[in-house]
């Protein structure tokens, strides 16, 4: 039976996503990456938005991915496992990057006077070039981790056997926020320095819960029945992380490594694990319509809003209100319009998004 809590999860989260990218592109905290502040406001306070959230937007969809393998293994062989994740995980984010995904890496670079400074430095050509390819990475890096996380799954599951996920239908409640305490101490290893977002510790704990612990609905059932509890929590402990952190990089050590922001990873996705299982178990046109649409929006939504920084904000043809405005539109119209062109030209979606033929989503 299909969980659809799990689709709404996606692509509310990848909304959410949307809406922190539009902040974070002009934001004036000193977070590196987009184009900076626009306004002249003494204190950006919308910005808190990007504290409540950035904690665990990606730790609950690194869960529900994990929760989402167990799915669809369920259903396929672990040969149709690796070659579906290749094709839909790896294809993109490497081959894409020489037929679409270069143009982010050039946008990017604009954004930051890169092509100048890399010029000034001595960097040959070529070098600048691969350089411009890397950059165009973008968003991918979530679906970079999250193959190799699924490639580790196979020999993990040849090992055990099924035995842990024996033991994980068995996760009494008291034990669930136990959990917090693995994840606090992954947050503190093999974690990438300068590109901060490659943090290969905490997010393996993520999906590996999902997949051996939140995966059963045995423990769903638990969690359902304390939703409200985890809601409140999380709620708490981002509003604390956001009042402590405001105005500090929260995106980096020390504020990512801390007990404060695993708690709020950890509990935040509990919340709406719990909360959406709880009351988002349903479906309707809206629903099936984003969730089909939610993997383009993903890919898609960050290169228009960059373009709308570079083109507009950057030489200010628009007030910054305007260039917000744009921004979000621009993630959501042109999101879902490459994902419809794309999608529908042979070959070169295979490249761009891991398919083969216009197909709808599949859970797992």
Known sequence: MRKYYIDNIRWATVVTVLLYHVLYMYNAEG???????????????YDAFMYLVYPWIMPVLFLISGVSSRYYLEKHTEKDFVRSRTRKLLVPSTLGL???????????????DGFS?????????PGIYLIMLASG??????????WIYSMILIPVRKTEKGRLLEAGAKTPLWLIPLFFFPVWGAAQILNTPIISVYRFGLYFVFFYLGYYVFSNDEVMDRIRRIAPVMMAAGAVLCIIF???????????????RGALYAACAYFGSLAVLGGMARYGDFSNRFTRWMSSKSFGLYLFHYLSISMVALYIAKPGLLPAPACYMLSLAAGFVFGYGLYAIISRIPVYRWLVLGIRKEQKDVQG
Do not use: C
């Open 242 to 256: 956001t009042v402590k952190y405001f105005g500090e990089n929260y995106a980096d050590k020390p504020a990512n």
């Open 31 to 45: 977070i590196l990456g987009g184009l900076g502040r626009i306004t002249d406001l003494p204190v950006q306070h």
């Open 117 to 125: 400074d890399l010029k000034a430095a001595g960097v040959p050509k």
């Open 98 to 112: 020489f037929v679409f995904y270069f143009i982010q890496g050039y946008v990017s670079l604009s954004l930051s």
């Open 137 to 146: 990475s973008g968003v991918m890096w979530f679906m970079h981790l999250l």
